[in-house]
């Protein structure tokens, strides 16, 4: 019998797995996200059945589906070795990916053959009905596939590891994905000014129920630095350093544990311990790079006058590390920021004006992403193109996108205090009046806005932007 293209892809949208998870490739860079599953393979001793998964799918989205294929059958030999009592459970996902790609490779007999294998294996299953699988690995898969796509899947990640745990509250592998969905989700609303739950129990819970897991043990430390409870976290850092001295994944934030603590030569001894097991690692070149330029501002801020070939070695050593984080990432956003301050400190500012036109056109920003862009290329304007006027409107650009962020603070600080220092100075003018008008507007405070858009008009009685602006404060008071 032929099995038509419709009656597959019916059923194909009921399976569980990568293809009905919504993951998708704008949002993540996929180059990236191979090199990172290569290397959980590599150094994370446990079965790699989701890394086999997750990497078919990605394959997919490359447009290689016969690499996707060979890395479903790697997936159904970790299946076969870990899990020889239980195949059929622990090989839904594979199997779905499976009829999916069969499925565009238009071999729609065989994407047939994959749905009724998970049909059939579903009908065994207790308590689910012909497709729902709920089974809480599989919640647990779909949450570390989400995770690896990035900041917009967090909330929905953090969801996926509670529904597992509803049904194994004491399962050390959920909690930690639980701990780790949680911890970036306080990172982001951290710097949103949001407060969200926080995730310091969590992550003691999973070091609780998985001794061994040195990564969860590295940020509940971060996070108990976070906290200021410094001593504390630096325990759990010696205590990992004990267990796994040369875990990639540990020593990274070990590294950042000691560069925000200030010892900055340790956190480098440390990085370059890390970096030939994983050279390739975007986030060890960064931290790498912000490395050297704490060391740039110590002694800058150490001695009046630096020599300038240490400057000059500190700054090539910081641009050579964050340029090639973005050779692996290109869209990391804050090594592009630090990329373009750095070039602008070595007085590059061709480069350094390339570099912030590309941070501002990926495009994978969050609203605080380019309040900080509009932060950093204002301040580069100010201080380093000398044009007050073109800081002035990167600042503003930062404030009109108003949802709140410690970004959108930095920015409403710079330009308050750029413009009265102008004021101070006596080189005011109506735009600069009319700036903070709108400045106050946008901040809601009415009458300090009124004020200023009427010096404004004083000093520029036609302009109509300024006098509709004006009406319309008036009319709303």
Avoid at 338 to 367: C, H, P, S, V, W
Avoid at 413 to 432: C, P, S, V, W
Wanted: charged share 30%; net charge negative; aromatic share 12%.
């Amino acid at each position: 019998s032929t099995v038509s293209k419709n009656s597959v892809k019916t059923a194909l949208l009921q399976l569980e797995c990568h293809f009905t998870w919504t993951l998708l490739k704008q949002d993540v860079d996929l180059d990236e996200l191979e090199e990172t599953i290569y290397d959980q393979i590599e150094f994370l001793i446990k079965s790699n059945i989701q890394n086999y998964n997750l990497l078919s799918y990605v394959y997919h989205l490359k447009n290689s589906n016969e690499e996707a294929l060979r890395n479903l059958q790697k997936a159904e030999e970790e299946v076969k070795k870990y899990h020889t009592d239980e195949i059929a459970r622990r090989s839904l996902v594979t199997w779905g990916n499976y009829a999916w790609i069969y499925y565009h490779m238009e071999r729609y007999e065989e994407a047939q053959t994959y749905i009724s294998k998970v049909q059939n294996s579903c009908k065994k299953l207790p308590s689910t009905d012909q497709w729902k699988i709920q089974l809480p690995e599989i919640y647990a898969e779909q949450g570390w596939a989400l995770i690896k796509f990035g900041r917009k899947y967090y909330e929905r990640a953090k969801s996926c590891f509670e529904r597992a745990l509803k049904d194994e509250p004491n399962n050390p592998e959920f909690h930690a994905g639980y701990a780790i969905a949680m911890y970036r989700l306080e990172d982001f609303s951290h710097r949103q000014r949001e407060y969200v739950n926080p995730s310091l129990e969590p992550l003691k819970r999973a070091v609780e129920l998985n001794p061994n897991d040195t990564f969860i043990m590295a940020l509940t430390a971060l996070k108990l630095q976070d906290l200021n409870r410094v001593d504390e976290g630096e325990r759990y850092i010696e205590a990992a350093m004990q267990k796994t001295p040369d875990l990639p994944y540990f020593l990274r934030y070990a590294a950042k544990f000691y560069r925000r603590k200030g010892d900055v030569n340790k956190a480098l001894d440390i990085l370059k311990k890390a970096l030939p097991v994983t050279p390739r690692s975007s986030f060890l070149h960064h931290q790498l790079g912000l490395c050297y330029r704490s060391k740039l501002f110590q002694l800058k801020t150490a001695t009046r006058y630096p020599p300038r070939e240490e400057v000059d070695v500190l700054i090539q050593r910081a641009i050579f590390h964050f340029k090639a984080a973005i050779d692996q990432k290109p869209k990391f956003f804050s090594a592009h920021t630090d990329l373009a301050n750095m070039y602008a400190e070595g007085k590059r500012y061709e480069e350094a004006e390339e570099t912030f036109q590309k941070a501002f056109q990926i495009n994978i920003l969050f609203y605080d992403d380019k309040q900080e862009f509009y932060y950093h290329y204002g301040n580069f304007q100010r201080f380093h193109m000398k044009s007050e006027s073109e800081a002035i409107r990167c600042y503003l650009e930062g404030l009109k996108i108003e949802e709140d962020s410690y970004a959108r603070n930095k920015c409403e600080k710079a330009l308050k205090k750029l413009l009265e220092q102008r004021i101070q100075r006596g080189l005011e003018d109506a735009t600069d009046f009319g700036t903070l008008g709108l400045f106050h507007s946008l901040n809601g405070e009415k009458r300090e806005a009124i004020e200023y858009y009427e010096k404004a008009i004083a000093l520029d009685p036609d302009n109509e932007e300024y006098l509709t602006a004006l009406c319309e404060l008036r009319l709303s008071i």
